[in-house]
């Protein structure tokens, strides 16, 4: 089926990643930046040229799109989610993407920054792409294959259905969000218009990776009021707000409960961001745990930290705030199994072992999973994510085009 296809997810994913869509943490706007909107106006241009009628960009700068279905029964709707946004970690202006073809080996010096390095050594998956291609970015930025990797395999599958009509599928839609790395992707989704039943977003790692399980996530805002006075008249009257939260951040275990110091299932306590003056001083906390009990085990020891801490300042007072992320969506998935189940089915079709994983972090498909469209999590080939040793093979994101075409098929046939 794919022998003389010419894959475009490659070609499509170099283009975009030259394209800044970075979202802001900070912002008050949706999306985050504007700027997220000039990869969504591509988008939406080229699914037109395909024949995706009804392909449109809204004002939040969500792409909807629609391939129709090619068969007379009826089929499960079927969405396949990216998002265009990528992370606010590392600079993603001014990507210039690199192909490095038929890798052996070798270390990859990156040549705008000669000390960024990608090794075998550091990146063991690259032992299974000898031969293969490998795009990285220039040294100075990110490359942005999280998740633009996912959203040009999902154009070069539309390219595929829509070449390929005696491929066959039901309704499949297509989905592309903005500010999904600052945990906003799916605020202002229109699940009605979208009309899934089930759905898949494109955002992991290796060849063969099926994620069905996600953090559970909260955010905490702990604001920390002093007492101000004149620095030259301050004694035994000021009570330094910053030094009271220096405090608070230097009893954080740090052999536990951290992400430097967890892996597998392990939850953590994660600071992430510490702004104010002597009088008031703000940190935001994010806290993640695979039990959503443990959220609250968590927040609860963060609380008695910050008490016994102000004990020795008895005038001083302090605001505790949690803010509800995200939830593992294993809890929804386990009610819809065909849905793993088909995916772990196309994914071997496509020639590839399945890697059931787990993710220490969240996706778009998190949240839509509790709000009625579950979302496990598909391989889009991502590696080194966020960092300016990001790096992706031409052939994984070529199976994972592969992957979805197959996940169609399935579909249409158990149905």
Request: charged share 25%; aromatic share 8%; hydrophobic share 35%.
């Amino acid at each position: 089926m794919f022998s003389k296809y010419q894959f475009t997810a490659s070609e499509r994913f170099m283009r975009y990643v030259q394209i800044d869509t970075q979202s802001d943490p900070q912002s008050n706007t949706y999306p985050s930046t504007e700027k997220q909107k000039d990869l969504g106006k591509i988008l939406a241009a080229e699914l037109l040229q395909m024949g995706l009628t009804d392909t449109h960009m809204d004002e939040w700068g969500y792409v909807y799109a629609t391939i129709p279905s090619n068969v007379k029964k009826d089929v499960p709707v079927i969405c396949f989610c990216a998002h265009m946004d990528t992370a606010p970690d590392c600079s993603g202006k001014n990507v210039k993407p690199i192909l490095h073809k038929n890798f052996q080996g070798q270390d990859i010096v990156l040549p705008d920054d000669a000390n960024q390095v990608i090794s075998i050594s550091e990146f063991p998956y690259l032992k299974t792409q000898i031969g293969n291609d490998i795009i990285t970015a220039s040294g100075t930025t990110l490359l942005g294959s999280d998740d633009k990797a996912g959203v040009a395999e999902i154009m070069d599958m539309a390219n595929f259905l829509m070449t390929h009509p005696q491929v066959a599928h039901g309704t499949i839609k297509i989905l592309f969000t903005p500010d999904e790395e600052v945990g906003r992707g799916v605020d202002k989704v229109d699940l009605k218009k979208l009309g899934a039943d089930f759905g898949y977003t494109l955002d992991s790692g290796d060849a063969g990776a099926l994620e069905d399980e996600t953090f559970s996530a909260d955010g905490v805002r702990v604001t920390i009021h002093g007492v101000i006075s004149h620095p030259g008249y301050a004694k035994d009257k000021m009570i330094n707000a910053m030094k009271i939260a220096g405090e608070v951040l230097a009893a954080l275990p740090k052999d536990r409960l951290s992400p430097e110091s967890t892996d597998g299932k392990k939850g953590f306590i994660h600071p992430v961001r510490v702004e104010g003056i002597a009088e008031k001083c703000t940190i935001d906390f994010i806290i993640r745990d695979f039990e959503t009990a443990g959220l609250v085990k968590k927040e609860d020891y963060l609380r008695t930290q910050i008490e016994e801490r102000l004990r020795t300042y008895p005038k001083a007072s302090f605001e505790f705030k949690v803010t509800e992320q995200y939830r593992n969506m294993k809890e929804m998935l386990d009610l819809h199994p065909q849905v793993v189940a088909y995916a772990k089915e196309a994914i071997e079709r496509a020639g590839l072992s399945v890697k059931m994983e787990s993710i220490r972090g969240g996706t778009d498909g998190s949240r839509l999973s509790f709000m009625g469209l579950p979302c496990p999590n598909l391989f889009a080939g991502e590696q080194g994510i966020h960092s300016k040793l990001e790096h992706i093979s031409v052939q994984d994101m070529n199976k994972a085009v592969e992957t979805m075409v197959h996940l169609a098929q399935v579909w249409f046939e158990k149905s």
